[in-house]
């Protein structure tokens, strides 16, 4: 299905683009961005690649194996980009864009001949320009040349107009880049310095996304609350700041934000949580390690004391807070030790959910050179053992849900009848039949059981909006059980 502002201009032939997107939320941002930008030149979204004109992968360098994806996928398109020539079905141009294709341009060029552009994240908007080149002469590549601030600027452009969004949920990008330099991480390298984007420019994007039905934004940023945009007001805002200013807008009811760094959790930011309804309850707060000795040598900057005492402050301003986090097992010089000591933060902390991976050396990295590598089998039952202590505590946080009367936010269809799934104020998918008339809505869901990912629950009284969100409101309500 196609919207009116899908369609090309009059003159315009239609085109069929298709966008497939690995790794974070900033990509599934970036990609819709990319479907922006190349809306005015008359390509329309389709859902497969056999449909497309133009095929862009846009790419994720966090991980070998993404990676590795990446040039998997290459090699089907190119098989597909010569039968569609030799059927007469027309010529099919190929895109890599993001993280991997900035870190890795001229290897794809080299790999992968099918290839006709490689565009890295601080440059997509200049795809138009691009596939004009590449229609003369293959093989243009633009990497890192370009500053977001430019970028930005570009996609405020009158000629590319609203964005795309459908549903009551959106990304928002406010803040890119990495000062940290973890030395595990090649974000960095790929996506930068730490910059943000004015305050005005994310309020006047967010108020837009209002005016289209969009209740709930996720603020987007590599380390996000390290946000320090200018202000319409001439002033450094903060996240907090940026969170205020948000709450105002009639019609977004709901904030979120990730991904963030300890470091750069602010009592400002704390407080906000505190006094704002619209702050969602759930906060991911990546620590990727319980061992001192190991975030030491990640270069995280804190220890795990300075992370507890974090916590205690965040849940001391809101009880309700639900935690999620992100693992690495299997660094270099990782003891059974330091592997106890993660065990033993994520049984302090309790998450109601969290990401763990073995490490994966990248390349310019100063951990890939580090001495000491565990085996693969040693990280892969410590994995396991994590993974399986992360899943009895989601499904524990779940099944806690159970009686609870929540306020859910409606965002599409289920696979039966008249079902609907909507978001609870914790992030968790909520399952309810007879609600798909509720789309868009925030509705009272009395939660009946808790699942591994999930809710069940069944409507309390759909003609209630529930517009405060936080439990002791919902309490106050007379609609927490």
């Not at 919207?3 to 974070?24: M, N, S, V, W």
């Not at 998997?72 to 039968?83: D, I």
């Not at 402050?313 to 309700?320: F, Q, S, T």
């Given at each position: ?33 990319m479907a922006d930008v190349l809306r005015p ?100 590549r633009i990497g890192a040349d370009f500053a ?334």
């Amino acid at each position: 299905m196609i919207d009116a502002e899908d369609k090309p201009t009059a003159g315009q032939a239609e085109k069929r683009l298709f966008i497939k997107t690995y790794g974070c939320q900033m990509n599934v941002y970036d990609s819709e961005r990319m479907a922006d930008v190349l809306r005015p030149l008359g390509y329309a979204p389709t859902d497969t690649p056999e449909d497309a004109d133009f095929v862009i992968l846009n790419t994720c360098h966090i991980r070998e194996k993404a990676a590795e994806k990446v040039y998997s996928e290459l090699g089907k398109l190119r098989v597909l980009k010569e039968e569609k020539a030799l059927d007469g079905r027309g010529a099919m141009t190929i895109a890599v864009a993001g993280c991997v294709a900035q870190a890795e341009g001229e290897e794809i060029m080299r790999r992968q001949p099918a290839v006709d552009l490689v565009v890295g994240p601080q440059a997509y908007h200049q795809l138009p320009e691009l596939l004009t080149r590449t229609a003369r002469a293959r093989g243009e590549r633009i990497g890192a040349d370009f500053a977001p601030n430019a970028k930005f600027d570009a996609l405020t452009n009158d000629k590319i107009g609203a964005r795309g969004v459908k549903g009551p949920t959106a990304f928002l990008t406010v803040q890119e880049g990495c000062d940290k330099f973890c030395t595990f991480c090649v974000v960095p390298y790929t996506r930068g310095a730490e910059w943000s984007r004015p305050a005005a420019d994310i309020l006047t994007e967010a108020r837009e996304l209002a005016a289209r039905g969009v209740r709930e934004v996720t603020l987007l940023g590599q380390n996000v609350n390290a946000y320090d945009g200018a202000g319409p007001d001439g002033a450094v805002w903060t996240l907090a700041r940026l969170a205020y200013g948000l709450a105002e807008i009639e019609g977004l009811d709901r904030i979120r934000y990730t991904t963030s760094h300890p470091n750069d959790m602010g009592d400002d930011l704390i407080a906000a949580h505190a006094e704002l309804d619209a702050m969602m309850p759930y906060l991911h707060l990546p620590v990727q390690s319980g061992s001192d000795r190991l975030l030491r040598l990640m270069n995280r900057k804190h220890g795990r004391q300075k992370y507890f005492d974090l916590i205690d402050r965040i849940r001391a301003a809101r009880p309700d807070m639900a935690l999620s986090g992100d693992f690495i097992v299997g660094f270099p010089g990782e003891t059974d030790r330091d592997f106890e000591d993660t065990l033993d933060l994520v049984r302090r902390v309790n998450y109601a959910s969290a990401f763990s991976f073995i490490y994966s050396p990248r390349p310019g990295t100063p951990a890939a050179t580090m001495a000491a590598q565990v085996e693969p089998h040693v990280a892969s039952a410590r994995l396991q053992a994590l993974q399986a202590l992360l899943f009895e505590q989601q499904v524990a946080f779940n099944q806690s849900q159970a009686g609870k009367v929540l306020p859910v936010l409606f965002e599409r269809k289920g696979r039966h009848g008249r079902q609907a799934i909507g978001r609870s104020p914790y992030l968790q998918s909520v399952y309810v039949e007879d609600a798909d008339h509720l789309m868009g809505r925030i509705v009272p869901v009395r939660v009946e059981r808790g699942q591994q990912n999930s809710l069940t629950g069944a409507l309390v009284d759909e003609s209630l909006d529930a517009l405060k969100q936080r439990a002791p409101a919902a309490q106050a309500l007379g609609l927490q059980a």
